[in-house]
């Protein structure tokens, strides 16, 4: 089942920007953090953001910091706008959602979230 439905990704420029978009399938579950991942082929998938439901806390990796944002509509849907983006961000995102209010795992370990959607695919040109 798809849980998580992504959008907006596709081919940019590098130094353009580019808004991912996600949002719930179905209303069947909570959310209390949401999650961007990302995979390169050949490489281990990747914590790139996390925000809480109540858009209080946000964490980043430390290559997107100052460029990427993270942002939230309570537990409608999540953004992750990306500015000034780079061949290196080339990659699938993947959006996820944790539905443990009291999870102790941390918010850049992928087992922590639940609900995962499909990915979709950003491309940056040189």
């Known amino acids: 089942q798809v849980w998580l439905v992504e959008s907006g990704g596709g081919l940019v420029q590098s130094g353009t920007s580019l808004r991912l978009s996600c949002a719930p399938s179905?209303?069947?579950?909570?959310?209390?953090?949401w999650a961007w991942f990302r995979r390169t082929s050949g490489k281990e998938r990747e914590f790139v953001a996390s925000?809480?439901?109540?858009?209080?806390?946000t964490y980043y990796r430390d290559s997107v910091k100052g460029r990427f944002s993270i942002s939230q509509d309570g537990d409608e849907r999540v953004y992750l706008q990306m500015d000034r983006v780079n061949p290196e961000d080339t990659a699938q995102y993947y959006c996820?959602?944790?539905?443990?209010?009291?999870?102790?795992?941390?918010?850049?370990?992928?087992?922590?979230?639940?609900?995962w959607g499909q990915g979709t695919q950003v491309t940056v040109s040189a």
């Open positions: 996820a959602a944790d539905g443990d209010r009291y999870s102790t795992m941390t918010f850049d370990n992928a087992r922590r979230y639940d609900y």
């Open positions: 179905s209303r069947t579950f909570n959310i209390y953090t």
């Open positions: 925000i809480s439901w109540n858009g209080g806390t």
